[in-house]
């Protein structure tokens, strides 16, 4: 059976709770109809992540699995990279490695590229905020806000949330998007919904439940490099580095064969463990 969902995974000294993450996925995949594969990216970790991911492989039934590895921390952005452009499936997820967003949310995201609907989805803490069970301390919840406020008014992006650790993508259609990027750590995925709303391809911000977890590799720090990203963003974008990743991305997304249904209906994966009134609520948004 050919491989319908990459599910990347970025990791940077996980190993305390990479195991459970990765168990926890792979028995959620092997529920489903389709095959799929799990792809670790150990972004130069010291704490022996990679052995950690390696062994739960050890229960990944019929899921595909396997680590990129390389020695230097060179941040999110890079990792999440490296791993979609290493997807071998049509639609590839990242998720944060804690699962902060629960891994049974997967067919909001993934259900509407596979329909032919969109090109680009992904989740949201802040269109119901109801669906967030434990929140962030209240000061990084604030800067949360006011960065994605900043986003906003420096690049037109008509988002609310572009920080939430979980976005899918069309393949055929993003992998120029991807190519592209240049922002290797907080503000990697602003660039990566900047050039694809710049294509003009289809994007879906979507509703998630979302658990704040305890080791947050977020930091004040990151926090402010993420502004000086947002301005590196601004200044690539008026050179036009982005233009070329942006007008293959937009040819692609033209074509008949890259706006069809990948899957057919019953092919797609069940509706996620939310209540039937929240999944109805995260369709008509």
């Excluded at 997807?87 to 067919?107: G, K, N, Q």
């Amino acid at each position: 059976m050919s491989l319908s969902l990459s599910l990347i995974f970025p990791a940077f000294n996980e190993a305390a709770r990479l195991g459970q993450t990765l168990r926890t996925t792979f028995a959620y995949l092997n529920e489903q109809a389709y095959a799929s594969e799990v792809v670790v990216v150990d972004d130069g970790s010291t704490d022996g992540t990679a052995g950690v991911a390696e062994r739960a492989f050890a229960d990944r039934g019929r899921v595909e699995a396997r680590v990129l590895r390389y020695e230097t921390n060179r941040g999110k952005g890079y990792a999440v990279r490296l791993g979609l452009l290493d997807a071998r499936a049509p639609v590839a997820l990242f998720s944060d490695s804690d699962l902060s967003t629960p891994i049974t949310e997967t067919p909001k995201l993934v259900a509407p590229i596979r329909s032919g609907e969109y090109d680009v989805v992904f989740g949201s803490r802040a269109l119901d905020r109801s669906l967030i069970g434990v929140h962030q301390p209240w000061l990084r919840e604030q800067s949360g806000r006011v960065f994605n406020l900043a986003v906003r008014l420096a690049t037109r992006l008509p988002f609310w949330d572009t920080q939430c650790g979980f976005k899918a993508f069309r393949m055929d259609v993003c992998r120029p998007l991807v190519e592209g990027g240049r922002i290797d750590r907080f503000g990697f995925d602003v660039e990566l919904l900047y050039a694809a709303h710049m294509a003009g391809l289809r994007m879906l911000e979507q509703p998630v439940r979302w658990d704040d977890a305890a080791g947050s590799k977020v930091s004040f720090r990151s926090g402010l490099d993420g502004f000086l990203e947002l301005r590196e963003l601004r200044r690539q974008a008026k050179q036009g580095v982005y233009d070329e990743a942006v007008r293959r991305a937009r040819q692609l997304s033209a074509r008949p064969d890259t706006r069809a249904p990948i899957l057919a209906p019953h092919d797609l994966a069940p509706e996620s463990d939310a209540s039937p009134r929240l999944a109805d609520a995260a369709r008509r948004i």
